[in-house]
Protein backbone atom coordinates (compact mmCIF):
# COMPACT_ATOMS: atom_id res chain seq x y z
CA UNK A 1 0.00 0.00 0.00
CA UNK A 2 1.23 3.56 -0.86
CA UNK A 3 2.70 5.19 2.31
CA UNK A 4 3.89 1.66 4.00
CA UNK A 5 7.43 1.95 6.04
CA UNK A 6 7.46 5.91 4.70
CA UNK A 7 8.41 8.37 7.58
CA UNK A 8 5.38 10.37 8.21
CA UNK A 9 5.16 13.72 9.67
CA UNK A 10 1.92 14.46 10.61
CA UNK A 11 1.47 18.51 11.81
CA UNK A 12 -1.38 19.53 13.61
CA UNK A 13 -3.65 17.48 15.53
CA UNK A 14 -7.16 18.88 14.65
CA UNK A 15 -9.64 16.78 12.92
CA UNK A 16 -7.89 16.94 9.89
CA UNK A 17 -4.49 15.99 11.34
CA UNK A 18 -6.30 12.68 13.06
CA UNK A 19 -7.61 11.54 10.34
CA UNK A 20 -4.23 11.66 8.33
CA UNK A 21 -2.33 10.17 11.31
CA UNK A 22 -5.63 7.18 11.26
CA UNK A 23 -4.98 6.58 7.71
CA UNK A 24 -0.98 6.57 8.09
CA UNK A 25 -2.25 3.95 11.20
CA UNK A 26 -3.76 1.77 7.90
CA UNK A 27 -0.92 2.36 5.74
CA UNK A 28 1.25 1.10 8.21
CA UNK A 29 3.80 4.64 8.17
CA UNK A 30 5.72 5.41 10.39
CA UNK A 31 4.59 8.35 12.12
CA UNK A 32 5.63 11.15 14.10
CA UNK A 33 4.01 14.04 15.71
CA UNK A 34 4.22 17.80 15.77
CA UNK A 35 2.64 20.79 17.33
CA UNK A 36 4.20 24.16 17.96
CA UNK A 37 1.92 24.26 20.56
CA UNK A 38 3.96 23.44 23.92
CA UNK A 39 0.91 21.83 25.50
CA UNK A 40 -0.69 19.75 22.79
CA UNK A 41 -1.83 16.59 24.45
CA UNK A 42 0.66 13.97 21.94
CA UNK A 43 1.67 11.56 24.10
CA UNK A 44 -1.90 9.65 24.16
CA UNK A 45 -1.54 8.40 20.53
CA UNK A 46 1.57 6.46 21.21
CA UNK A 47 3.83 8.08 18.42
CA UNK A 48 7.08 9.94 18.90
CA UNK A 49 6.19 13.34 18.88
CA UNK A 50 7.68 17.07 19.25
CA UNK A 51 6.39 19.92 20.56
CA UNK A 52 7.87 23.16 19.63
CA UNK A 53 11.15 23.32 19.07
CA UNK A 54 12.32 20.25 16.50
CA UNK A 55 15.02 18.20 15.45
CA UNK A 56 16.50 19.39 12.36
CA UNK A 57 17.82 15.61 11.35
CA UNK A 58 14.63 13.61 11.96
CA UNK A 59 12.71 15.62 10.07
CA UNK A 60 15.03 16.35 7.09
CA UNK A 61 14.96 12.87 6.40
CA UNK A 62 10.57 12.30 6.78
CA UNK A 63 9.14 11.26 3.17
CA UNK A 64 6.54 13.81 3.86
CA UNK A 65 4.48 16.03 5.92
CA UNK A 66 1.19 15.99 6.20
CA UNK A 67 0.15 19.48 7.54
CA UNK A 68 -3.21 20.38 8.84
CA UNK A 69 -4.95 23.14 7.19
CA UNK A 70 -5.12 25.45 10.22
CA UNK A 71 -1.51 25.27 10.01
CA UNK A 72 0.24 28.30 7.68
CA UNK A 73 2.48 27.35 5.58
CA UNK A 74 5.35 30.22 6.59
CA UNK A 75 6.27 28.60 9.90
CA UNK A 76 9.79 27.99 10.67
CA UNK A 77 9.22 24.13 10.20
CA UNK A 78 7.09 24.93 6.35
CA UNK A 79 10.44 26.56 5.37
CA UNK A 80 12.76 24.12 6.85
CA UNK A 81 11.09 21.12 5.27
CA UNK A 82 11.17 22.81 2.14
CA UNK A 83 14.55 23.26 1.90
CA UNK A 84 15.17 19.77 2.87
CA UNK A 85 13.12 18.93 -0.11
CA UNK A 86 10.63 16.88 1.96
CA UNK A 87 7.08 17.05 0.10
CA UNK A 88 4.76 18.80 1.87
CA UNK A 89 1.05 18.04 1.76
CA UNK A 90 -2.38 18.03 3.13
CA UNK A 91 -4.95 15.89 4.46
CA UNK A 92 -7.05 16.08 1.09
CA UNK A 93 -3.79 15.32 -1.17
CA UNK A 94 -2.71 12.76 1.06
CA UNK A 95 -6.12 10.99 0.85
CA UNK A 96 -6.38 11.64 -2.99
CA UNK A 97 -3.11 9.09 -3.64
CA UNK A 98 -5.24 6.25 -2.37
CA UNK A 99 -8.77 7.87 -4.05
CA UNK A 100 -9.78 4.95 -6.20
CA UNK A 101 -12.60 6.43 -8.00
CA UNK A 102 -14.38 9.35 -9.49
CA UNK A 103 -14.03 13.19 -7.44
CA UNK A 104 -15.90 16.10 -7.89
CA UNK A 105 -13.96 19.20 -6.36
CA UNK A 106 -15.90 22.12 -5.10
CA UNK A 107 -14.70 25.28 -3.96
CA UNK A 108 -15.22 29.13 -3.36
CA UNK A 109 -15.64 31.84 -0.81
CA UNK A 110 -19.77 30.92 -0.01
CA UNK A 111 -22.28 28.63 -0.61
CA UNK A 112 -19.49 25.22 -0.60
CA UNK A 113 -21.34 23.78 1.99
CA UNK A 114 -25.15 23.86 0.49
CA UNK A 115 -23.97 22.65 -2.73
CA UNK A 116 -21.66 20.18 -1.71
CA UNK A 117 -24.15 18.79 0.16
CA UNK A 118 -26.90 19.15 -2.72
CA UNK A 119 -24.51 17.34 -5.07
CA UNK A 120 -24.04 14.68 -2.55
CA UNK A 121 -27.43 13.79 -2.37
CA UNK A 122 -28.03 14.20 -6.16
CA UNK A 123 -24.77 11.75 -6.67
CA UNK A 124 -25.95 9.31 -3.87
CA UNK A 125 -29.73 9.18 -4.90
CA UNK A 126 -27.89 7.89 -8.76
CA UNK A 127 -24.87 5.92 -7.05
CA UNK A 128 -25.15 4.53 -3.79
CA UNK A 129 -21.33 4.54 -3.68
CA UNK A 130 -21.05 8.03 -3.19
CA UNK A 131 -18.81 10.10 0.05
CA UNK A 132 -19.06 13.50 0.98
CA UNK A 133 -15.94 15.41 2.06
CA UNK A 134 -13.94 17.48 3.31
CA UNK A 135 -14.27 21.47 4.68
CA UNK A 136 -17.56 20.27 5.00
CA UNK A 137 -16.94 18.04 8.22
CA UNK A 138 -16.09 14.83 7.05
CA UNK A 139 -12.26 14.24 6.39
CA UNK A 140 -11.17 12.68 3.04
CA UNK A 141 -8.89 10.30 5.06
CA UNK A 142 -11.77 8.80 7.02
CA UNK A 143 -13.76 7.73 3.66
CA UNK A 144 -10.94 7.47 0.97
CA UNK A 145 -9.83 3.55 2.10
CA UNK A 146 -14.02 2.66 1.03
CA UNK A 147 -13.32 4.43 -2.48
CA UNK A 148 -13.99 2.01 -5.28
CA UNK A 149 -13.53 2.26 -9.24
CA UNK A 150 -17.81 2.88 -9.29
CA UNK A 151 -17.92 5.07 -6.64
CA UNK A 152 -18.10 8.96 -6.46
CA UNK A 153 -16.62 11.52 -3.92
CA UNK A 154 -18.23 15.22 -3.86
CA UNK A 155 -15.50 16.95 -1.92
CA UNK A 156 -15.60 20.88 -0.73
CA UNK A 157 -12.16 22.41 -0.64
CA UNK A 158 -11.57 25.17 1.08
CA UNK A 159 -8.29 27.59 -0.21
CA UNK A 160 -6.21 26.61 2.96
CA UNK A 161 -6.35 22.60 1.97
CA UNK A 162 -6.31 23.76 -1.93
CA UNK A 163 -2.85 25.74 -0.73
CA UNK A 164 -1.07 22.01 0.02
CA UNK A 165 -2.77 20.21 -3.27
CA UNK A 166 -0.16 18.18 -5.49
CA UNK A 167 -1.70 15.63 -7.77
CA UNK A 168 -5.24 16.15 -6.42
CA UNK A 169 -7.18 15.48 -10.00
CA UNK A 170 -11.40 15.93 -9.84
CA UNK A 171 -13.60 15.00 -13.27
CA UNK A 172 -15.67 17.79 -12.39
CA UNK A 173 -14.59 21.11 -10.16
CA UNK A 174 -16.63 24.39 -9.48
CA UNK A 175 -15.71 27.67 -8.18
CA UNK A 176 -18.79 29.23 -7.02
CA UNK A 177 -17.74 32.57 -6.60
CA UNK A 178 -14.30 34.63 -5.18
CA UNK A 179 -14.63 37.58 -2.29
CA UNK A 180 -12.10 38.83 -0.14
CA UNK A 181 -11.61 36.20 2.87
CA UNK A 182 -8.92 34.66 4.90
CA UNK A 183 -6.49 37.76 3.81
CA UNK A 184 -4.75 37.33 6.84
CA UNK A 185 -3.65 34.10 6.14
CA UNK A 186 -3.06 34.68 2.50
CA UNK A 187 -1.77 37.97 2.57
CA UNK A 188 -3.10 39.46 -0.63
CA UNK A 189 -6.69 39.16 -2.58
CA UNK A 190 -4.27 38.03 -5.86
CA UNK A 191 -2.86 35.24 -3.94
CA UNK A 192 -5.83 33.85 -2.83
CA UNK A 193 -7.76 33.88 -6.09
CA UNK A 194 -5.16 31.97 -7.03
CA UNK A 195 -4.90 29.36 -4.19
CA UNK A 196 -8.58 29.04 -5.18
CA UNK A 197 -7.87 28.10 -8.71
CA UNK A 198 -5.54 25.82 -7.55
CA UNK A 199 -8.38 23.06 -7.85
CA UNK A 200 -8.32 23.59 -11.65
CA UNK A 201 -5.15 22.56 -12.34
CA UNK A 202 -4.81 18.94 -13.03
CA UNK A 203 -7.91 18.80 -14.96
CA UNK A 204 -7.57 18.56 -18.74
CA UNK A 205 -9.81 18.58 -22.01
CA UNK A 206 -12.22 15.78 -20.63
CA UNK A 207 -12.87 17.34 -17.05
CA UNK A 208 -15.25 19.79 -16.61
CA UNK A 209 -15.22 23.50 -14.48
CA UNK A 210 -18.37 25.02 -13.66
CA UNK A 211 -17.78 28.63 -12.74
CA UNK A 212 -20.43 31.53 -11.93
CA UNK A 213 -21.03 34.25 -14.68
CA UNK A 214 -21.74 36.73 -12.00
CA UNK A 215 -17.95 36.54 -10.61
CA UNK A 216 -15.72 39.03 -12.83
CA UNK A 217 -12.99 36.97 -11.71
CA UNK A 218 -13.70 34.05 -12.90
CA UNK A 219 -15.43 34.44 -16.20
CA UNK A 220 -12.54 36.48 -16.78
CA UNK A 221 -9.93 33.70 -16.13
CA UNK A 222 -12.19 31.47 -17.51
CA UNK A 223 -10.16 30.99 -21.17
CA UNK A 224 -7.09 30.32 -19.38
CA UNK A 225 -8.27 27.29 -17.55
CA UNK A 226 -6.77 23.73 -19.06
CA UNK A 227 -10.55 22.08 -18.79
CA UNK A 228 -13.96 22.80 -20.42
CA UNK A 229 -15.94 25.57 -18.59
CA UNK A 230 -20.27 25.84 -18.17
CA UNK A 231 -21.38 28.96 -16.21
CA UNK A 232 -24.33 29.64 -14.46
CA UNK A 233 -26.25 33.05 -13.98
CA UNK A 234 -28.74 34.35 -11.15
CA UNK A 235 -28.71 37.96 -13.32
CA UNK A 236 -28.80 37.36 -17.04
CA UNK A 237 -29.23 34.79 -19.45
CA UNK A 238 -26.32 32.78 -21.35
CA UNK A 239 -26.08 30.11 -23.73
CA UNK A 240 -23.07 28.06 -22.56
CA UNK A 241 -24.94 26.50 -19.10
CA UNK A 242 -27.41 27.35 -17.03
CA UNK A 243 -29.39 30.77 -15.74
CA UNK A 244 -32.22 32.27 -13.55
CA UNK A 245 -35.04 34.10 -15.79
CA UNK A 246 -37.28 37.10 -14.87
CA UNK A 247 -39.65 34.78 -13.53
CA UNK A 248 -36.97 32.26 -11.36
CA UNK A 249 -36.87 29.64 -13.36
CA UNK A 250 -33.93 27.50 -13.83
CA UNK A 251 -33.40 27.55 -17.66
CA UNK A 252 -30.91 25.85 -20.02
CA UNK A 253 -29.07 27.88 -22.40
CA UNK A 254 -28.53 25.69 -24.82
CA UNK A 255 -31.95 24.49 -25.43
CA UNK A 256 -34.09 27.16 -23.75
CA UNK A 257 -35.44 24.15 -21.69
CA UNK A 258 -36.77 25.64 -18.68
CA UNK A 259 -36.05 22.93 -15.94
CA UNK A 260 -37.34 24.34 -12.70
CA UNK A 261 -38.86 27.08 -11.23
CA UNK A 262 -36.98 28.15 -7.59
CA UNK A 263 -40.39 28.44 -5.84
CA UNK A 264 -40.66 24.06 -6.13
CA UNK A 265 -37.41 24.19 -3.70
CA UNK A 266 -36.74 25.04 0.05
CA UNK A 267 -33.70 27.36 -1.05
CA UNK A 268 -34.78 30.83 -1.37
CA UNK A 269 -32.66 33.45 -2.39
CA UNK A 270 -30.33 33.98 -5.68
CA UNK A 271 -27.50 32.61 -4.00
CA UNK A 272 -29.54 29.69 -3.39
CA UNK A 273 -30.50 29.37 -7.03
CA UNK A 274 -26.36 29.64 -8.18
CA UNK A 275 -26.14 26.70 -5.62
CA UNK A 276 -28.49 24.96 -7.60
CA UNK A 277 -27.18 25.51 -11.52
CA UNK A 278 -24.33 24.54 -10.25
CA UNK A 279 -25.03 20.97 -8.64
CA UNK A 280 -27.26 20.30 -11.92
CA UNK A 281 -24.31 21.29 -13.86
CA UNK A 282 -21.74 19.08 -12.23
CA UNK A 283 -24.30 16.05 -11.59
CA UNK A 284 -25.20 16.41 -15.17
CA UNK A 285 -21.61 16.18 -16.27
CA UNK A 286 -21.39 12.97 -13.73
CA UNK A 287 -24.11 11.25 -15.81
CA UNK A 288 -27.27 11.56 -13.32
CA UNK A 289 -30.52 12.02 -15.64
CA UNK A 290 -32.20 15.23 -15.23
CA UNK A 291 -35.25 13.58 -13.52
CA UNK A 292 -33.27 12.07 -10.82
CA UNK A 293 -31.63 15.96 -10.32
CA UNK A 294 -34.24 18.06 -10.19
CA UNK A 295 -36.20 15.35 -7.72
CA UNK A 296 -33.53 15.66 -5.21
CA UNK A 297 -33.41 19.15 -5.70
CA UNK A 298 -37.08 19.79 -5.01
CA UNK A 299 -36.61 17.42 -1.95
CA UNK A 300 -33.56 18.51 -0.14
CA UNK A 301 -33.86 20.35 3.22
CA UNK A 302 -31.69 23.11 4.15
CA UNK A 303 -28.36 23.10 5.44
CA UNK A 304 -27.83 23.86 9.07
CA UNK A 305 -26.52 27.40 10.39
CA UNK A 306 -27.25 28.66 7.06
CA UNK A 307 -30.56 30.87 6.93
CA UNK A 308 -31.46 28.21 8.78
CA UNK A 309 -35.59 28.94 10.69
CA UNK A 310 -35.10 28.06 14.40
CA UNK A 311 -38.42 28.93 15.88
CA UNK A 312 -40.76 31.40 16.32
CA UNK A 313 -41.69 33.34 19.23
CA UNK A 314 -44.49 35.82 19.92
CA UNK A 315 -44.94 36.29 16.03
CA UNK A 316 -40.94 36.91 15.70
CA UNK A 317 -39.39 34.45 13.37
CA UNK A 318 -35.48 33.39 14.46
CA UNK A 319 -32.93 32.59 11.95
CA UNK A 320 -29.31 31.01 12.48
CA UNK A 321 -27.19 32.09 9.90
CA UNK A 322 -23.95 31.03 11.84
CA UNK A 323 -21.96 30.33 8.72
CA UNK A 324 -21.91 33.67 7.51
CA UNK A 325 -18.42 33.91 8.90
CA UNK A 326 -17.30 36.90 5.88
CA UNK A 327 -19.24 40.04 4.75
CA UNK A 328 -20.31 38.42 1.23
CA UNK A 329 -21.80 35.57 3.53
CA UNK A 330 -23.77 37.57 5.60
CA UNK A 331 -24.86 39.88 2.51
CA UNK A 332 -26.50 36.47 1.33
CA UNK A 333 -28.47 36.11 4.71
CA UNK A 334 -30.16 39.60 4.82
CA UNK A 335 -30.97 39.03 1.31
CA UNK A 336 -33.03 36.31 2.59
CA UNK A 337 -34.74 38.19 4.79
CA UNK A 338 -37.81 39.93 3.74
CA UNK A 339 -39.43 41.62 6.88
CA UNK A 340 -37.90 44.13 9.68
CA UNK A 341 -35.15 42.10 10.92
CA UNK A 342 -33.27 42.66 14.13
CA UNK A 343 -29.53 41.51 13.28
CA UNK A 344 -26.59 39.96 15.11
CA UNK A 345 -23.07 40.15 13.69
CA UNK A 346 -19.45 40.75 14.89
CA UNK A 347 -17.33 38.17 15.77
CA UNK A 348 -13.28 37.77 14.88
CA UNK A 349 -11.24 39.62 12.16
CA UNK A 350 -10.31 37.99 9.17
CA UNK A 351 -9.28 41.36 7.50
CA UNK A 352 -12.10 41.96 6.06
CA UNK A 353 -14.34 45.01 4.84
CA UNK A 354 -17.72 45.47 6.04
CA UNK A 355 -19.45 48.73 4.14
CA UNK A 356 -20.81 47.11 1.50
CA UNK A 357 -22.14 44.58 3.97
CA UNK A 358 -23.90 47.57 5.66
CA UNK A 359 -25.21 49.09 2.79
CA UNK A 360 -26.72 45.58 1.93
CA UNK A 361 -29.15 45.76 4.85
CA UNK A 362 -31.20 48.01 2.29
CA UNK A 363 -33.64 49.39 5.31
CA UNK A 364 -34.27 45.44 6.58
CA UNK A 365 -31.96 45.88 9.82
CA UNK A 366 -34.09 47.85 12.30
CA UNK A 367 -31.38 47.44 14.63
CA UNK A 368 -27.52 45.47 14.67
CA UNK A 369 -26.31 43.99 17.57
CA UNK A 370 -22.56 43.72 17.72
CA UNK A 371 -20.75 41.53 19.49
CA UNK A 372 -16.78 40.78 19.46
CA UNK A 373 -13.28 41.45 18.64
CA UNK A 374 -14.62 43.24 15.25
CA UNK A 375 -17.42 45.84 16.89
CA UNK A 376 -15.66 48.71 17.10
CA UNK A 377 -14.85 48.08 13.60
CA UNK A 378 -18.18 47.39 12.38
CA UNK A 379 -19.59 50.39 14.54
CA UNK A 380 -17.36 52.69 11.96
CA UNK A 381 -18.12 51.42 9.08
CA UNK A 382 -21.87 51.68 10.16
CA UNK A 383 -20.98 55.68 10.92
CA UNK A 384 -19.36 56.12 7.49
CA UNK A 385 -22.23 54.47 6.05
CA UNK A 386 -24.75 56.86 7.38
CA UNK A 387 -26.28 53.80 9.93
CA UNK A 388 -26.72 54.60 13.13
CA UNK A 389 -29.11 51.67 14.77
CA UNK A 390 -26.22 49.54 15.89
CA UNK A 391 -25.64 48.56 19.77
CA UNK A 392 -23.04 46.60 21.79
CA UNK A 393 -23.76 43.43 23.45
CA UNK A 394 -20.90 41.62 25.54
CA UNK A 395 -22.28 37.85 24.62
CA UNK A 396 -24.34 35.58 22.41
CA UNK A 397 -26.83 35.29 25.10
CA UNK A 398 -27.32 39.08 25.88
CA UNK A 399 -27.62 39.59 22.16
CA UNK A 400 -30.84 37.32 21.77
CA UNK A 401 -32.69 38.66 24.88
CA UNK A 402 -31.71 41.63 23.31
CA UNK A 403 -33.52 40.81 19.99
CA UNK A 404 -36.32 39.95 21.77
CA UNK A 405 -36.81 42.68 23.56
CA UNK A 406 -36.21 45.42 20.06
CA UNK A 407 -38.72 42.93 18.33
CA UNK A 408 -42.44 42.75 17.30
CA UNK A 409 -44.59 40.45 15.77
CA UNK A 410 -44.00 39.90 12.17
CA UNK A 411 -40.22 40.80 12.55
CA UNK A 412 -37.32 38.47 12.24
CA UNK A 413 -34.25 37.62 14.09
CA UNK A 414 -31.25 36.53 12.44
CA UNK A 415 -27.87 36.06 13.52
CA UNK A 416 -25.26 36.46 10.32
CA UNK A 417 -22.25 37.42 12.04
CA UNK A 418 -19.98 38.52 9.13
CA UNK A 419 -17.17 37.57 11.28
CA UNK A 420 -15.54 34.16 11.86
CA UNK A 421 -16.50 32.84 15.66
CA UNK A 422 -13.07 31.82 17.12
CA UNK A 423 -12.78 35.35 19.15
CA UNK A 424 -15.41 33.75 21.53
CA UNK A 425 -16.39 30.37 20.29
CA UNK A 426 -14.59 27.69 18.65
CA UNK A 427 -16.59 26.97 15.42
CA UNK A 428 -19.78 28.23 13.87
CA UNK A 429 -21.21 25.45 14.50
CA UNK A 430 -21.20 26.03 17.81
CA UNK A 431 -22.03 29.50 17.72
CA UNK A 432 -24.71 28.27 15.58
CA UNK A 433 -26.21 25.52 17.96
CA UNK A 434 -25.87 28.34 21.20
CA UNK A 435 -28.05 30.78 19.39
CA UNK A 436 -30.41 28.12 18.93
CA UNK A 437 -30.85 26.89 22.16
CA UNK A 438 -30.71 30.71 23.51
CA UNK A 439 -33.71 31.16 20.98
CA UNK A 440 -35.53 27.84 22.15
CA UNK A 441 -35.02 29.03 25.94
CA UNK A 442 -37.10 32.49 25.27
Keep these: ?227 PVEFFSSKRKIENGLYQNENHDIVDGATGEVLMNMSECRLPGDHNCENIMAAILMTRKMGVPMEKILDTVRNFQPVEHRVEFVKTVKGVDYYNDSKGTNPDAAIKGIQSMSRPTVLIGGGYDKGGEFDEWIRAFDGKVKKLLLMGATRERIAEADERNGFTEYMFVDSLEQAVKMAAALTEEGDAVLLSPACASWDMFESYEQRGTMFKDYVRDL
Excluded at 2 to 23: M, N, P, Q, T, W
Excluded at 64 to 85: C, D, H
Excluded at 92 to 104: C, D, F, K, S
Excluded at 123 to 132: F, G, I, S
Aim: glycine share 6%.
Design 1 to 227: MLFERDKLLIVGLGKSGLAARDLAVESRANITLYDENPDADCARYGNPYYLGDFPEDVFAEMDYAIFSPGVPLTIPLAKFLREKNVPIIGEIEMAYMLERGRVIGITGTNGKTTTTTLTGEIMAAWNKETYVVGNIGRPYTREVLRTTKKSVTVAEISSFQLETIDTFHPHVSAILNITPDHLNRHGTMERYIDTKFLITKNQTAEDLCVLNYEDDVLRERAESLPC
